[in-house]
């Protein structure tokens, strides 16, 4: 699965801390140049990295919405 420059991927940011998205601004090989949107910080990583990273991501998502289908608000039980 390669990552297409200009699209973003949730990432944690080495710079600020946060998990961010991040946009893709090069591609050479199996590495990415990404840029995080919430420092403007730079990072060269791996495909493989910003791939597990976005599993894992995407599964604590669904794991919330499942979670608020599960126990919609104002469900006072």
């Known amino acids: 699965m ?14 600020c801390e946060v998990d961010t ?4 601004k090069a591609r050479k090989g199996e590495m990415y140049g990404i840029v995080c949107t919430n420092c403007l910080g730079g990072a060269v990583v ?3 990295d910003l791939r597990v990273y976005q599993l894992k991501w995407e599964e604590e998502l669904q ?3 499942d979670s608020l289908i599960d126990q919609p608000f104002g469900d006072e039980e």
């Open 46 to 48: 791996s495909e493989l």
């Open 63 to 65: 794991a919330i919405l």
């Open 2 to 15: 390669q990552f297409e420059v200009g699209t973003t991927r949730i990432f944690h940011c080495p710079a």
């Open 21 to 24: 998205p991040h946009l893709v």
